[in-house]
C-alpha cells in the first residue's frame, strides 16, 4: 500500500494554512496571530483583556505577545490603557479603527472548519480524532503542545 496520498494530504493542509495567512498578510496587512488577536479582543466585555489573557488564548509565549501588540498599537487598531486598579498591569484594546479592519477581512480558516466540525455528527467527529491519534501516534509527536487555532507562526517555528 502506498502512503503517498498521505503525505500529500498532510502537505496540502500545512500549504492551504501558509497560502491564508500569506493571502491575508498581502491584502490587510495583517498577520493571522494579530488578527486573531483582535478577534479575541473584539469578544472580550468593552473590548478590552489584558497581556495575559491573550496568551493564553492564542497559546504563545510572553515575547511573541509583545511583538504582536507592539505592532498592533503602531498601526492603531489597538490601544494599551492603564488599570486604574492594578498600575502594573494594563489593558489591550480594540479600537474603533481595529474594528473597522475586523468588519472588512474574511472568515478564517480554522473558523470555516470549526462550523464544519459544528455541523458534523458525533460519529464522524469520533471517526476524525481516532484518525488523527493515530497519525500524531505514527509521528510521534504527542508531546507537542498546539491551540486550537493554526497559524504560519506555528509551522515555521517548527
Do not use: C
Amino acid at each position: 500500500m502506498d502512503s503517498t496520498s498521505i503525505l500529500i494530504n498532510i502537505r496540502k493542509i500545512l500549504r492551504s494554512v501558509n497560502l491564508e495567512s500569506k493571502r491575508i498578510q498581502k491584502e490587510y496587512g495583517i498577520s493571522i496571530p494579530q488578527l486573531l488577536t483582535l478577534n479575541f479582543l473584539s469578544n472580550q466585555p468593552e473590548f478590552k483583556a489584558t497581556h495575559k489573557q491573550v496568551s493564553h488564548y492564542l497559546n504563545l509565549n510572553s515575547s511573541t505577545i509583545t511583538g504582536i501588540i507592539t505592532r498592533l498599537e503602531k498601526k492603531g487598531w489597538i490601544a494599551r490603557l492603564p488599570n486604574p486598579l492594578d498600575r502594573r498591569v494594563s489593558f489591550i484594546a480594540l479600537t474603533a479603527l481595529g474594528q473597522k479592519l475586523l468588519k472588512s477581512t474574511p472568515k478564517l480558516m480554522h473558523e470555516k472548519l470549526a462550523q464544519k466540525l459544528e455541523e458534523t455528527t458525533p460519529k464522524k467527529i469520533k471517526e476524525l480524532e481516532n484518525a488523527f491519534d493515530l497519525l500524531i501516534d505514527f509521528m510521534g509527536i504527542q508531546d507537542i503542545e498546539a491551540s486550537p487555532v493554526i497559524t504560519v507562526d506555528e509551522i515555521s517555528s517548527q
